[in-house]
């Protein structure tokens, strides 16, 4: 089947590939064997023409998935497009060929974001292979876009990212509680990203061009704490040389934001309740009250109805700030969000490096799955970052993964069950019988590790709550305290 040299095919759903050789038999030749199999192939004699045709396509809303382009080319060597297309059409990814491949050449073509290089003639097995790298890409870059747009769109951030329903539903909150002086309440663990979400909430408020001024309740001493949320004058204290102005006033029109509140004295707990109530305080060794117009928004890695219960939290404050509750989930509970999250790091970090990554091997990508990230997405993060200043090639590889990561324990509820000793007692069954009781040790594992909540064990599980429901029931776990089992 031969190719149209001067018309790109829409099919839906068929990957469209640009061939990019200024010797036309060699262009045909490889468009008739892509069309065999199954691609839909343009053809361009000139980089100037490529550029053309793929500036038409993105306009049409129908990008190329991949170019394949020759390196030797009169006037616009492949190089040259390489280097265009990367930064004019970042979601095509770029295949080299060429008929005299030298090291020097290979390594240029990948520094500058080739997805591979192939010597002509191009042995089918390795096309074939090099094209399926180059749709993943390709296809991972459009997601990428496609998020990003969407969250520029709703929250003009480009750092929050995530597509589980629950992040989905706090960007919604977000949305709706942002335009009001409502204080918002986050909790969540340690590096769960609450720093982002108090930020977008300030960016989509009327407040967005005055302060956001965030402070760590937890990383300052409580005698220094008061001056740093309320300034002092003068003498107030030894070392007070000078006046110094507070958070609350720095913040004055616009939102501030009180991480890790629950480490918050009694007496400072009381002084933020008035505060929260009055919008007015005084700075430390003045009388003179001052008065604010901020908007607050509160964070805490502990349970705070816990700290009321144990007289560790005032209860009148504790009702005053949990007015709109954001629960931020953990990252391990997830999963989906992981590759997204790896992605947008390793993208963010090769930038600030100077370096060009095509993204990560299948197996790393897994890898990083299946950790249970106990820093959350602050350490995933991190686990990027170092990933990225260590590979020595454009794809992340388990090798270029911390060892913990590699060598951690899978996620409980997804860890075999059974033991040498069971193992050694084991006597022939049905399968469907044997697999039984494993089954039914990893659910209640699971069930006991979310609090035997269903939708929550469903989620980790990784199936719906109906399957959840009607498995409990086949193994016998629906006996179990029904009032637990209620969630």
């Not at 589980?164 to 663990?189: F, Q, W």
Request: contains cysteine; hydrophobic residues 40%.
């Amino acid at each position: 089947m031969a190719s149209d040299p001067n018309r790109t095919q829409h099919s839906t759903g068929t990957p469209r590939i640009l061939i990019i050789d200024d010797d036309a038999i060699a262009a045909g030749s490889l468009a008739d064997y892509l069309a065999e199999e199954n691609y839909e192939p343009t053809t361009a004699f000139s980089g100037s023409e490529a550029l053309q045709l793929l500036a038409r396509n993105d306009a049409a809303g129908t990008p190329f998935a991949v170019a394949l382009c020759d390196v030797a080319m009169p006037t616009m060597n492949g190089h040259e497009v390489l280097r265009r297309v990367n930064k004019e059409h970042p979601s095509t990814a770029v295949l080299m060929l060429t008929g005299y491949g030298t090291i020097e050449s290979a390594v240029e073509a990948v520094r500058l974001g080739a997805v591979d290089y192939l010597t002509k003639p191009v042995v089918d097995s390795e096309l074939k292979l090099a094209l399926e790298r180059g749709l993943r890409q390709h296809t991972l870059l459009s997601e990428n876009r496609q998020l990003k747009k969407r969250l520029d769109d709703r929250f003009g951030l480009d750092a929050i990212v995530g597509t589980d329903h629950r992040m989905l539903k706090i960007y919604e909150l977000i949305e709706s509680v942002a335009p009001s002086k409502t204080t918002v309440l986050m909790t969540g663990e340690s590096g769960v990203g609450k720093s982002l979400i108090a930020n977008a909430i300030h960016q989509r408020s009327p407040r967005r061009n005055k302060a956001f001024i965030q402070l760590s309740c937890g990383s300052i001493p409580e005698t220094l704490l008061e001056s740093e949320l309320f300034g002092h004058v003068k003498g107030a204290f030894t070392g007070a040389h000078v006046d110094k102005i507070g958070r609350f006033l720095a913040a004055d029109g616009g939102t501030i934001f009180l991480d890790e509140i629950n480490s918050a004295s009694a007496g400072m707990q009381l002084k933020l309740l008035r505060v929260l109530q009055e919008r007015r305080f005084e700075p430390v060794g003045s009388s003179q009250t001052t008065e604010v117009d901020v908007r607050v928004v509160l964070a805490t890695n502990k349970p705070l109805e816990d700290l009321v219960a144990r007289g560790e939290f005032r209860q009148d404050l504790y009702y005053r700030i949990n007015v709109v509750t954001v629960e931020l989930p953990p990252l391990r509970e997830r999963i989906s969000d992981i590759p997204s999250l790896a992605e947008h790091f390793l993208k963010k970090h090769s930038g600030n490096l100077g370096r060009t990554f095509v993204g990560f091997s299948a197996d790393a990508m897994d890898v990083l799955r299946r950790y249970t990230y106990p820093g959350n997405v602050r350490e995933l993060e991190n686990i990027v970052e170092r990933a990225a200043v260590l590979a020595k090639s454009p794809t992340i590889g388990i090798m270029d993964l911390p060892e913990q990561v590699v060598g951690g324990k899978p996620r409980p509820a997804l860890a075999l069950v059974g033991s040498a000793d069971e193992e050694a007692g084991w006597s022939p069954m049905p399968l469907e019988e044997a697999l039984r009781e494993p089954e039914r040790k990893i659910l209640l594992r699971a069930l006991k590790a979310n609090g035997w909540n269903r939708q929550k064990t469903a989620e980790v599980l990784q199936i719906n709550r109906t399957t959840l429901y009607k498995k409990m029931k086949l193994l016998g776990i629906e006996g179990a305290d029904d009032e637990r089992l209620a969630g």
